[in-house]
């Protein structure tokens, strides 16, 4: 199992860009995660899908920010346009049922 | 407001000397809680999951316990590859899926 797949690692944009992350969960899980973590705020929930769906999505800071999951085996979330104060680590989870999640390696995002 | 509090945010252990992080929460009603490790520059991994008060559990030299109001992850004779970020979560009763809400960590350092 290779585990939850994030693309690009690292990824370094100007300001007003847009941005896509993208994310492959594991086979197998219902659930999936959007998290941003940062010094200041620590890990804050972006949004979350249930079997595709999105559930949750209290946590996507303003409009500018957007998720998909079109199928189980795959999500996108893209900010558009990118701001400085958007810099931080994204990270996908998923997990399957109530059982604890497992974390992609990140996205690191610089908005210059 | 539902709130995951740890303590102390920054922790330095000499190689042997053991201790233990605190993670207290004020949620409505409690489904499970998590302890996650994350190491610089990688995603939070999962540690164990505690559902009920007076639950314990053990991996190698950490033992994590819950009651009704914290939870606590005792380090055993810690090593320098114990260094990391400790995460506890809460996972509440009345929110669909399996959304986490993250406490902003204990940064453990364990010196030779």
């Known amino acids: 199992d290779a585990g939850v797949i994030q693309s690009p690692r690292h990824e370094v944009t100007e300001m007003g860009q847009e941005v896509t992350l993208r994310c492959k969960p594991i086979s197998g899980h219902n659930s999936l995660f959007w998290y941003r973590q940062t010094m200041m705020r620590g890990l804050e929930l972006l949004i979350y899908?249930?079997?595709?769906?999105?559930?949750?999505d209290s946590g996507m800071p303003e409009d500018r920010f957007s998720a998909k999951m079109p199928n189980a085996s795959f999500s996108t979330l893209k900010i558009q346009p990118s701001e400085p104060r958007d810099s931080a680590v994204y990270f996908c989870a998923s997990s399957h049922s109530d059982r604890g999640y497992t974390f992609g390696s990140g996205t690191r995002l610089t908005v210059v | 407001e539902d709130q995951v509090t740890q303590s102390p945010e920054a922790l330095r252990l000499q190689e042997g000397e053991s201790s233990s992080l605190n993670c207290s929460y004020t949620v409505s009603g409690l489904r499970g809680l998590f302890w996650y490790r994350q190491d610089p520059g990688k995603g939070p991994e999962f540690l164990f999951t505690?559902?009920?008060a007076g639950e314990e559990k053990e991996k190698e030299r950490l033992k994590a316990t819950l009651t009704k109001k914290e939870s606590f992850l005792h380090i055993t004779a810690p090593k320098p590859e114990d260094s990391a970020t400790y995460l506890c979560?809460?996972?509440?009763?009345?929110?669909?899926?399996?959304?986490?809400?993250f406490g902003e960590g204990t940064q453990l350092t364990v010196n030779p």
């Open positions: 505690l559902y009920s």
């Open positions: 899908f249930n079997n595709n769906v999105p559930i949750d």
């Open positions: 979560a809460v996972q509440l009763a009345e929110t669909s899926g399996s959304r986490l809400t």
